[in-house]
């Protein structure tokens, strides 16, 4: 069985992690924060002091961390898992980064005869905790099939999409989607209300039709009982926003929609609601319209 190591225990990368141990792979953790590292520890995990004793125990190592500067530090940086390679290591990162910054860690560990995989997820902390997470993976399609076994415990759907950096292209068509239907689902919540309709008897009329999709069906019952707590944070989606931004400028594409979505995240940090979940962008809409959703 495939020894693995988990870098960043965070909101999503802590559960992940745990659904890989209940498997029944052997596993060694590392955590800035060494809380998660004592709760996986518990559980039978073993623990590292960094990213390159992780790397140099197992076969796979993961990362899921903020921001693409940190993956490419706990990658190719002092003490980064570059320092613990060994021939047959492949990293496999659930993060959220710039495509280009996936190309870069590649080709700079498949030096040192690493192979890596670009597997960001979508679905929530929920999807992480029942392990039915979508994973869209760039890299060799020989290297995903070594790791399929472990993937399938964290997801449900897992598609390869490309060579190195298509899976973090594929994450950030995605976060278009997710940005533009909370957004559409905190307009349509506040016209309905402010019009004279019941906002949650309007989602139980139109959820069934043409505007039926994940947001709809998981999100506004929370809301109608007045939790916006994460989730998947504001300030996340504002990142991954950002992402899309700069590569859509590297390529030079217009992407006017996601232009407003992204500003609308940016209000959300400035009005100091950064902590709160993604579908709380709601509130932008709100102090927009002066009217507050009610709730039960």
Excluded at 1 to 28: D, E, H, Q, S, T
Excluded at 38 to 65: H, I, M, R, W, Y
Excluded at 235 to 252: C, F, H, P
Aim: net charge neutral; glycine share 12%.
């Amino acid at each position: 069985m495939l020894r693995v190591g988990y870098i960043g225990l965070g909101l999503m990368g802590k559960p992940m992690a745990g659904n890989i141990l209940k498997a029944g792979f052997p596993l060694v953790v590392h955590n800035r924060s060494h809380t998660a590292v004592a709760e996986l520890a518990a559980k039978g995990a073993d623990t590292a002091s960094s990213p390159a004793e992780v790397a140099q125990q197992v076969d796979v190592v993961f990362t899921n961390l903020p921001y693409s500067p940190d993956v490419e530090k706990v990658a190719l940086g002092q003490n980064g898992i570059i320092e613990g390679a060994h021939d047959g290591l492949i990293f496999v990162d659930n993060s959220t980064i710039k495509p280009a910054s996936a190309r870069k860690i590649a080709n700079s560990l498949s030096e040192n005869n690493v192979q890596s995989l670009d597997a960001p997820v979508s679905g929530g902390d929920i999807g992480a905790q029942k392990g039915t997470l979508a994973i869209m993976v760039g890299g060799k399609k020989k290297t995903l099939d070594t790791v399929m076994p472990i993937l399938e415990v964290l997801g449900k759907t897992i598609i390869h999409v490309g060579g190195s950096g298509a899976g973090q292209i594929a994450k950030a068509a995605n976060q278009i989607m997710v940005a533009a239907q909370m957004v559409a689902m905190g307009e349509l919540l506040i016209l309905a209300q402010k019009a004279g309709a019941d906002p949650e008897r309007v989602v139980a009329a139109i959820r069934g039709g043409a505007a039926g999709c994940w947001t709809l069906d998981n999100k506004p019952q929370r809301l109608f009982e007045g939790m916006r707590e994460p989730g998947f944070k504001a300030y996340m989606q504002s990142k991954d926003l950002n992402i899309v931004m700069d590569t859509a400028r590297e390529y030079g594409i217009p992407l006017p929609l996601t232009a407003v979505s992204t500003q609308l995240y940016q209000s959300m940090l400035e009005m100091g609601m950064a902590n709160l979940d993604n579908s709380a962008v709601i509130g932008v809409i709100e102090s927009l319209s002066g009217t507050q959703l009610k709730t039960k």
